[in-house]
């Protein structure tokens, strides 16, 4: 069992009863027995981990139903070890209002599975123009404003949504776009948009936005998320705002950790993302922030699209890739290279996401919820079509063989995923 929210990190049970954790220690099954009532799991050369939290995903739904929708996105979450999601609210209609909101969630109640959270939208439509009813979402459900996909671009609207939302308690998420700098842009801004001949989106264009946010965080005294970084700007940024303690956050996906530019080369659309891949340097930058903590956690930006809207010319393609289901494997890439620890990782994926908004989660304790991940860190798969359940496959690692296999997802007590040997 691995808990980096209690420290823990050893050969133990872990006994779940009435949807809670019950137990946790070397012998707390010891009478345990298979029966009517109760299961018994052999974990032996598993991880037991607490279940994952994803601050930042796109399940679709309402509106882009055919791409992915609330049951296949949680499908896809519990397969990927995650038992808590935040919904992004570009859907069409925005996530705006609190009937929405509701309606969201009494989808996610029939679909069952991990507890889905919608993050409400700043503005209304996503306009950048009117505030929406934050209040009203709040007492729906919503812990955290974003217009994510649309950057609030009128630096008065930012202020008043960062007054209203500390009013409210909530979080604000910021998609950091000056998009007068990124206009037509189809990739990142350097050598290799040169040689393949497409526009590209300058770091710049990121900072700017992070450096004006972190001041108007700062003056009105808001609780500030960054979402996605991926510049080396926007990091020397936030580690300084750290340093002087203003509250604000940061989350990562595992592409940009991963990936660069340089994936570019042979105009492979599911490698066209929002914000785009970097280059080494950005890369590197983002993973020691993640280590040292200027980046709080990890999250996904799960973005499925159809072949209608990738299997096309790359200045036609959307932007965006899943990765509910290939985090994992993928981040442990990086733990296998030493370039993070795997405490630290699974820290990054549980409880660091989970206090960015507040949320009882992310941690294996006596009394906790029961949202547990199982996982055998040697196992491999093949990502196919058929291996996924999303309804999309727009991920640049389609057809490759991963390590690392979620075997078992439980939330709230109940066994969402199972995956044999």
Not at 298 to 311: F, G, Q, V, Y
Not at 389 to 398: A, E, F, I, M, Y
């Amino acid at each position: 069992m691995i808990c980096p929210a209690s420290g823990r990190d050893e050969t133990a049970d872990v006994v779940v009863e009435n949807g809670r954790v019950s137990r946790l220690g070397r012998d707390a099954a010891r009478d345990a027995e298979p029966g009517e009532h109760t299961r018994v799991v052999d974990a032996a050369g598993l991880w037991v981990l607490p279940g994952f939290v994803d601050l930042h995903a796109h399940l679709r739904e309402p509106g882009q139903e055919y791409k992915e929708d609330v049951r296949s996105g949680l499908a896809a979450a519990a397969a990927g070890g995650f038992t808590t999601v935040l919904a992004m609210p570009n859907t069409r209609p925005a996530i705006d209002n609190r009937a929405t909101v509701e309606s969201v969630k009494a989808r996610a109640r029939e679909a069952g599975g991990p507890t889905l959270i919608p993050v409400g939208a700043v503005t209304l439509g996503r306009e950048g123009k009117h505030l929406t009813e934050m209040f009203d979402m709040r007492d729906g459900g919503v812990r955290m404003v974003s217009d994510d996909g649309a950057c609030v671009m009128s630096p008065a609207v930012m202020r008043r949504a960062l007054e209203y939302a500390r009013n409210a308690d909530l979080v604000v998420c910021q998609h950091c776009e000056d998009t007068s700098l990124t206009e037509g842009a189809q990739m990142h801004e350097g050598r290799i948009s040169t040689q393949l001949g497409l526009r590209g989106w300058p770091r710049v264009a990121e900072d700017i936005i992070v450096a004006r946010d972190l001041l108007l965080a700062e003056y009105t005294g808001a609780r500030y998320h960054v979402a996605h970084v991926s510049s080396l700007g926007a990091v020397r940024l936030l580690r300084e705002a750290k340093s002087r303690g203003l509250p604000v956050t940061a989350e990562v996906t595992p592409h940009h950790l991963t990936l660069t530019d340089a994936r570019l080369l042979g105009y492979d659309t599911a490698c066209k993302v929002n914000p785009p891949l970097r280059e080494e340097e950005d890369r590197q930058a983002l993973l020691d922030a993640l280590v040292d903590g200027t980046i709080d956690c990890i999250a996904t930006d799960h973005a499925p699209h159809s072949s209608l809207e990738k299997d096309s010319e790359f200045a036609e393609a959307d932007k965006g890739m899943i990765g509910l289901e290939t985090a994992l494997p993928v981040l442990l890439d990086l733990v296998r290279a030493e370039r993070i620890g795997l405490p630290r990782l699974v820290a990054a994926l549980t409880w660091s996401a989970a206090s960015v908004i507040g949320l009882e989660a992310g941690a294996l304790r006596e009394g906790s919820r029961a949202d547990v991940t199982v996982v055998d860190p040697t196992a491999r798969w093949t990502v196919t079509p058929s291996a996924l359940r999303s309804k999309s496959s727009n991920t640049p690692w389609l057809g490759s063989e991963l390590t690392g296999v979620v075997r078992m997802t439980i939330a709230g007590g109940v066994v969402v995923h199972e995956r044999a040997t």
